[in-house]
């Protein structure tokens, strides 16, 4: 099987499955990557250890920070305790909530704005902020949750100056 042939089938599996955790299996969130393959995550009951990402999704499926996996444990590992079953996205989050195996932790931190807020990128309704220059009316109609909101940059609102509007009525009176 060539790599795209693999890769188009890693990704549809993980688009279109929803998965239900097993016993042993847990969900836990991305905390950081340090590095070779390894993420490292807490659990609903705050335990913090590393995963590590099986040759199935390297160079095929990106995990960042904030980010829900479903992971199996291993038994013999000391610092890396598990490995990645399952990535999930907000599809698979809403069904998981809705099938009750979600963890009550992860709940209370989305709902105060911790997990998806974390530069007041997401309004209080959980909508994501309207881009520069919309108007009120374009923005109640459209739905702008599913957008990628880039965390790696400041969140600028740009709006005009008092000083500037004086300026430019001073230049027009000359």
Same mark, same amino acid.
């Given at each position: 099987m060539s790599q795209a042939t693999k890769r188009k089938h890693v990704v549809k599996e993980v688009m279109e499955d929803f998965v239900l955790p097993t016993e042993q299996q847990q969900i836990v969130r991305v905390l950081g990557t340090p590095g070779n393959n390894l993420h490292e995550v807490e659990t609903g009951d705050g335990k913090k250890f590393l995963v590590s990402m099986p040759t199935k999704f390297r160079k095929n499926i990106w995990i960042k920070r904030g980010d829900f996996l479903i992971v199996d444990p291993i038994e013999e590992g %000391? #610092?890396? #305790?598990?490995?990645i079953a399952f990535i999930l996205y907000k599809d698979h989050v809403r069904y998981l909530k809705k099938e009750g195996h979600w963890p009550e932790k992860f709940s209370i931190d989305s709902a105060g704005g911790a997990a998806g807020d974390k530069d $007041?990128?997401?309004?209080t309704d959980g909508k994501a902020s309207p881009l520069v $220059?919309?108007?009120?009316? %374009?923005? /109640? $109609? /459209?739905?702008?949750?599913?957008l990628f909101v880039n965390t790696n940059r400041a969140n600028y609102e740009y709006s005009e100056s008092e000083d500037s509007e004086e300026e430019s009525d001073e230049e027009k009176e000359k």
């Open positions: %000391e #610092k890396v #305790k598990a490995e $007041g990128d997401l309004s $220059g919309e108007t009120a009316s %374009e923005e /109640e $109609g /459209e739905d702008y949750s599913d």
